[in-house]
């Protein structure tokens, strides 16, 4: 029987809370941490859209062009829909919390 792998849904949702409220994180997150550093499945597609529109469009991102990216690749429902997306701008109240996620 295998042993489930250690997580922590409240790290990953700080982690990227912190990339939305400063998309100047983002290229370091892409240098520094996996898609499987992530556990659940709404955070590894949150944290891909989060990179893909970076590579597209630099620092213009923002929760409203995430859930749009998310829409139009249809995962937005699969992870919950806006709600999901727009909850993490809650999570961190500033982006110094960024760094012990590396």
């Given at each position: 029987m295998?042993k489930p792998?250690?997580?922590d849904p409240?790290?990953?949702r700080?982690?990227l809370?912190?990339?939305?409220t ?5 290229p370091?997150?892409?240098r520094s941490?996996?898609?499987r550093a992530f556990?659940r499945?709404?955070?590894?597609t949150?944290f ?10 630099g620092?213009q991102?923002?929760l409203?062009?995430l859930?749009?990216h ?7 429902d699969?992870i ?15 982006t110094?919390m960024?760094a012990p996620?590396?």
């Amino acid at each position: 029987m295998s042993k489930p792998l250690p997580n922590d849904p409240d790290a990953e949702r700080a982690l990227l809370s912190c990339l939305i409220t400063d998309p100047t994180l983002i290229p370091e997150a892409m240098r520094s941490i996996p898609d499987r550093a992530f556990y659940r499945h709404e955070n590894i597609t949150i944290f891909q859209g989060l990179c893909e529109l970076y590579e597209k469009h630099g620092h213009q991102i923002d929760l409203v062009t995430l859930i749009s990216h998310l829409r139009s690749k249809d995962e937005l429902d699969s992870i919950g829909g806006p709600s999901t997306v727009a909850s993490l701008i809650d999570d961190v109240p500033t982006t110094k919390m960024f760094a012990p996620y590396l």
